[in-house]
């Protein structure tokens, strides 16, 4: 990001019609890209040009269960790479990037790319898309090697969510953006996920975070992250006594689109207030988004790549639909004022003896899956 900062500023004083970056450790680029990143602006009018390509199914986590379906929630345009990594950026953007005001150290890091995304769409630019293939970089498994980038991404996405508020409250649906180049189908490379990983760190995060989920989220949704980490206990529990082979891959561990949807929207809310910062905030939504990786890899454990997409897809209409309940609370002012703590569904039944796990087909599995929708 601040690397960036420095190339605009080149940029600009150079006068350029037309910039390029691109990720530096893409093992995929072909000269032909430069051409398919500027010629939309030089050719097309438009102002932002973002990558369309294929990844592994289980690669970019980050951009599917965040970044793409809150931006096209919010913003109602189906950018499927918010934050790529690869753009096309016009010499009015280059000038309009310089004139803002917030550039702060999560945007000069990890964050700079869903806020040029979002500064080219609050600004007015014309956004398309260009298809440039699979790209073969260097993929991370999600739990192991998380860093920086979740905290700084997702800090910065859910900062410029209370800025352009008056933007986003009066869109409704989404649309496609235009997209360019031919369709291109090649296998990204291999990536394989520690399910296993995922869902120990989400049962360790109801225990380590829980009292933070308390404050963040909405009582009918803890009792459903209640519910499913204890599902991930037992689930776990069973992986490590089976006496026949099992990977966590086949466990019944099913956290659903509405309830991340949800939770994503809750934690929007208390992001206006000052009731907690940032980085606690993060910290305590990291293992929520282990428990949703993990339930999408279990699910898409049989499929291609291309057969993975519609969870995808699926998953950014669950955003779109839950949007409306989101504008209503914050027209109301939530997350204004601090949630006051209550003792979770789990310690009173741990109270009163009785046991919070549930079994792999049990009703209480079901129910923690969908979440209500309060």
């Not at 602006?41 to 294929?54: D, H, W």
């Not at 929207?265 to 293992?287: Q, T």
Request: hydrophobic share 40%; glycine share 8%; net charge neutral.
């Amino acid at each position: 990001g601040a690397a960036l900062r420095t190339i605009f500023q080149i940029a600009d004083a150079l006068g350029v019609e037309a910039l390029v970056v691109v990720d530096s450790d893409l093992r995929s680029i072909v000269p032909e890209w430069i051409e398919l990143l500027a010629g939309p602006i030089l050719k097309g009018g438009f102002g932002y040009v973002t990558p369309l390509y294929q990844h592994n199914k289980y690669d970019g986590t980050i951009t599917n269960t965040v970044t793409y379906p809150l931006t096209r929630a919010l913003y109602g345009l189906r950018i499927r790479q918010p934050i790529g990594g690869d753009f096309g950026v016009s010499g009015d953007l280059v000038k309009h990037y310089l004139e803002q005001d917030d550039w702060t150290p999560d945007i000069s890091k990890f964050g700079i790319d869903i806020w040029m995304t979002i500064k080219a769409i609050s600004g007015g630019f014309a956004v398309c898309q260009t298809r440039l293939g699979a790209k073969i970089h260097d993929p991370k498994d999600p739990g192991a090697d998380l860093g920086p980038m979740f905290s700084q991404v997702v800090s910065t996405m859910l900062r410029l969510t209370v800025e352009h508020a008056e933007h986003w409250l009066k869109v409704r649906g989404s649309h496609a953006v235009p997209a360019y180049g031919f369709e291109r189908y090649a296998d990204p490379p291999p990536l394989d996920v520690d399910v296993t990983r995922l869902l120990a760190a989400f049962a360790r995060g109801r225990v380590a975070v829980g009292d933070a989920w308390e404050l963040l989220v909405t009582p009918a949704r803890m009792d459903s992250l209640d519910l499913l980490a204890a599902e991930a206990a037992v689930a776990l529990d069973e992986i490590t006594r089976s006496d026949t082979p099992t990977t966590a891959e086949d466990a019944d561990f099913h956290f659903s689109d509405d309830l991340w949807a949800r939770i994503i929207y809750d934690f929007a809310l208390v992001a206006r207030g000052d009731s907690m910062d940032m980085d606690h905030m993060i910290a305590a939504l990291v293992p929520i988004y282990f428990g949703r990786v993990a339930s999408l890899v279990i699910e898409a454990r049989d499929m291609t790549t291309q057969q993975a997409e519609p969870l995808v897809e699926r998953q950014a209409r669950a955003f779109e639909q839950a949007k409306s309940g989101f504008v209503e609370r914050w027209k109301a002012g939530d997350g204004l004022k601090a949630r006051k703590p209550r003792r979770r569904a789990a310690d009173k039944k741990a109270k009163s003896g009785k046991s919070t796990k549930s079994g792999k087909s049990g009703k209480s599995g079901k129910s923690a899956s969908r979440g209500k929708k309060a």
